[in-house]
């Protein structure tokens, strides 16, 4: 098993630019997350999913997108990148309350660490 | 209403001597509770976690876990640290009312181990 993959590792933007980060997980989970992470700050949820088709905001979702087409994939879209979104952003998948409920950790992935210009 | 504080943001201590890495905690039901690594340049790994199955929680590497539920308390302990536990600790809690899966992360503390 691999686990949860992020693409891509490293990525430089301008102000301005638009990207996607993909993350796949092969481990079944329902839930996704995606969380951004910055010095002194501890992780913090962006949009995470609840199940194919369903998406919802977390934390600070402003500047983002998210899109969950496939139970195995979960993307992160941004459409006009801000200086204030160069950070660390890692993926994160776990089964539901429903089949684990007090047992629901998370598996993170490696990690994407994203500059803007 | 959920929230984690980690009382330290930097803990160094010398190899072969106890580790005391210390988490606080709210939640407006009874919490999950699990303690992540991150090495430097890697993703989070779970060291181990709380579920109400037993106070005193041991996880990998030798670490454990008491919880408190007097002192809101979640600290991690080693007796006996190691070079390769040198890394970025998060306590994180989850509450465990339905719908409501999220996980809080606490701010981290970096343990510098001294050779």
């Known amino acids: 098993n691999a686990g949860v993959t992020q693409t891509p590792k490293f990525r430089v933007l301008k102000t301005g630019q638009s990207m996607t980060l993909l993350c796949a997980q092969d481990?079944?989970?329902?839930?996704m997350y995606w969380y951004r992470q910055d010095p002194g700050m501890g992780l913090r949820l962006i949009h995470y999913?609840?199940?194919?088709?369903?998406?919802a905001k977390g934390e600070v979702p402003d500047g983002y997108n998210v899109s969950r087409l496939k139970k195995q994939n979960f993307l992160l879209g941004l459409e006009s990148a801000a200086p204030s979104q160069t950070s660390v952003y890692f993926c994160?998948?776990?089964?539901?309350?429903?089949?684990?409920?007090?047992?629901?950790?998370?598996?993170f992935g490696p990690g994407t660490r994203l500059t803007v210009l | 209403a959920q929230s984690v504080t980690q009382l330290d943001s930097h803990v160094s201590v010398s190899e072969g001597t106890p580790v005391l890495l210390r988490c606080n905690y709210s939640?407006?039901?009874?919490?999950?509770l699990f303690w992540y690594v991150q090495h430097p340049n890697k993703g989070l790994q779970l060291l181990l976690k709380?579920?109400?199955?037993?106070?005193l929680v041991k996880g990998i590497n030798g670490f454990e876990a008491e919880f408190k539920k007097s002192e809101t308390s979640f600290h991690l302990t080693k007796p006996s640290a190691h070079m390769s536990d040198a890394a970025e600790y998060f306590c994180?809690?989850?509450?465990?009312?339905?719908?409501?899966?999220?996980?809080?992360f606490g701010t981290g503390t970096r343990l510098t181990i001294i050779p």
């Open positions: 994180v809690v989850s509450a465990q009312a339905p719908g409501n899966e999220k996980l809080t």
């Open positions: 939640s407006s039901y009874s919490p999950s």
């Open positions: 481990m079944n989970h329902e839930y």
């Open positions: 709380y579920t109400s199955a037993a106070t």
């Open positions: 999913s609840v199940g194919e088709g369903t998406t």
């Open positions: 994160a998948s776990s089964y539901s309350w429903r089949d684990r409920g007090l047992f629901n950790e998370q598996f």
